[in-house]
């Protein structure tokens, strides 16, 4: 069963490495090696904390040659912000 979008926003948002990756990209844009620099694991599991990212539609990537860039999609936490500002208008009642 394919997860919302939403749902896939906040399942990333959840992990504190992941952020982290965003307040990177907020910056500009990344190469893998730049933002794994501050995390003392695997390339490999660093690597799922990307894919999971990608799949949120939180970052995107391209390759250039060898070397794979990050990029923050702002417009997806936009989304995310958008539902938490409508929930925000619940909660005096």
């Known amino acids: 069963m394919a997860q919302q979008p939403l749902d896939l926003v906040f399942r990333a948002l959840g992990d ?3 952020r982290a990756v965003l307040h990177q990209l907020s910056r ?4 893998v090696s730049q933002l794994r620099t501050p995390f003392a694991m695997a390339l490999p599991s660093f690597l799922q904390h990307l894919r999971v990212l990608e799949d949120a539609g939180l970052v995107r990537s391209r390759k250039r040659g060898r070397v794979r860039t990050y990029a923050l ?6 989304a995310a912000s958008g539902w938490l500002e409508q929930q925000r208008a619940l909660w005096p009642r």
């Open 16 to 18: 504190p490495t992941r």
């Open 73 to 78: 999609r702002p417009e997806t936490l936009a």
């Open 28 to 31: 500009g844009d990344a190469a």
